[in-house]
C-alpha cells in the first residue's frame, strides 16, 4: 500500500484534540508519524537530487555526443543511446515523485501518483533497480 503504513511505527492525530483515558478518542484523522528525522529526510533528499541531477546530465551528455559525430552512429552505439534515453526518463519522471516526498518527509502524493512511480519506473526499462518506495515513507 502507498499509504504509508509500516508495522511498529506510532501514529499521531491531525487536527487538534488529544487522546485522553476518559471521554470520546481524538478528533481529526489518523496519519502515520514520519519514518525518518528531518534531518535524514534532507540527507534523502540531497542524495536523490543529486543521483537525478547527474543521471540527467550524464545522459543528456551521451544523446548530444551521439547527435553530433557522426561516426558514433553505429547499431550498437545506437542499442546504448537507446539504454541512455530510457535512463534520463527515469531521472526526470522517476525521481522527481521520491525527491519531492523526501523534502516533504513522507509520501507526497496519493495512491495514483505511487501507481505512476512504479509505472513510469517499469515503463522506462528500470523495474529491476527502482521501485516504488512510497511504502518506505
Given at each position: 500500500?502507498?499509504?504509508?503504513?509500516?508495522s511498529g511505527?506510532?501514529?499521531?492525530?491531525?487536527?487538534?484534540?488529544?487522546a485522553?483515558?476518559?471521554?470520546?478518542?481524538?478528533?481529526g484523522?489518523?496519519?502515520?508519524?514520519?519514518?525518518?528525522?528531518?534531518?535524514?529526510?534532507?540527507?534523502?533528499?540531497?542524495?536523490?537530487g543529486?543521483?537525478?541531477?547527474?543521471?540527467?546530465?550524464?545522459?543528456?551528455?551521451?544523446l548530444?555526443?551521439?547527435?553530433?559525430?557522426?561516426?558514433?552512429?553505429?547499431?550498437?552505439?545506437?542499442?546504448?543511446?537507446?539504454?541512455?534515453?530510457?535512463?534520463?526518463?527515469?531521472?526526470?519522471?522517476?525521481?522527481?515523485?521520491?525527491?519531492?516526498?523526501?523534502?516533504?518527509?513522507?509520501?507526497?502524493?496519493?495512491?495514483?501518483?505511487?501507481?505512476?512511480?512504479?509505472?513510469?519506473?517499469?515503463?522506462?526499462?528500470?523495474?529491476?533497480?527502482?521501485?516504488?518506495?512510497?511504502?518506505?515513507?
Amino acid at each position: 500500500m502507498c499509504s504509508g503504513n509500516r508495522s511498529g511505527g506510532r501514529d499521531y492525530w491531525e487536527g487538534g484534540g488529544g487522546a485522553g483515558a476518559e471521554g470520546p478518542g481524538p478528533t481529526g484523522t489518523l496519519s502515520p508519524a514520519p519514518l525518518f528525522s528531518p534531518g535524514t529526510y534532507e540527507r534523502l533528499a540531497g542524495l536523490i537530487g543529486s543521483i537525478g541531477l547527474l543521471g540527467a546530465g550524464n545522459n543528456v551528455l551521451v544523446l548530444i555526443l551521439y547527435y553530433r559525430f557522426q561516426r558514433l552512429r553505429t547499431p550498437t552505439h545506437l542499442f546504448l543511446v537507446s539504454i541512455s534515453f530510457s535512463d534520463l526518463l527515469v531521472s526526470l519522471f522517476g525521481v522527481t515523485f521520491t525527491f519531492i516526498s523526501c523534502l516533504r518527509n513522507g509520501w507526497a502524493w496519493d495512491t495514483v501518483g505511487c501507481v505512476w512511480d512504479g509505472f513510469s519506473s517499469s515503463l522506462f526499462e528500470k523495474s529491476s533497480s527502482h521501485k516504488c518506495i512510497c511504502d518506505a515513507f
